[in-house]
């Protein structure tokens, strides 16, 4: 081997960020399980919130997601009542994402949590 894996340990910026995502995430996701949430399905919530009626592409491009990656994250939602699905009136192919009243509503209680995980940082 040419490169140390000591060097590659204490260098690597790919394992520094995935090591910090994942510390983050365990914040988020702590102060959000009381809703049953994660910080994924926060950050899809806020998305749709913010789009208003994306289609499912572009939903995944926004959140650099792939797009069956990103159909499957949206089914706890739709389980839960916290989204509808609906085809697009412009393409048949393609399926738009509303948030649901009880969908605006967990936002509503999850966005002070955020808001406290994002000051303590």
């Not at 995430?25 to 919530?45: N, V």
């Not at 089914?75 to 192919?93: C, K, Q």
Request: net charge neutral.
């Amino acid at each position: 081997m040419t490169t140390d894996l000591a060097t590659i340990v204490s260098s690597c910026h790919m394992q520094a960020a995935r090591s910090r995502a994942r510390r983050l995430t365990a914040l988020y996701e702590a102060a959000f399980a009381p809703l049953e949430l994660t910080g994924g399905q926060f950050s899809i919530l806020v998305a749709v919130g913010h789009a208003g009626n994306p289609a499912i592409h572009e939903l995944a491009d926004y959140l650099a997601m792939d797009r069956t990656t990103m159909s499957r994250a949206l089914r706890p939602l739709e389980r839960r009542t916290l989204i509808e699905l609906a085809n697009d009136p412009d393409d048949s192919r393609s399926k738009r994402v509303t948030l649901t009243s009880s969908g605006s509503e967990l936002l509503e209680r999850a966005i002070p949590l955020w808001q406290s995980v994002q000051s303590s940082i």
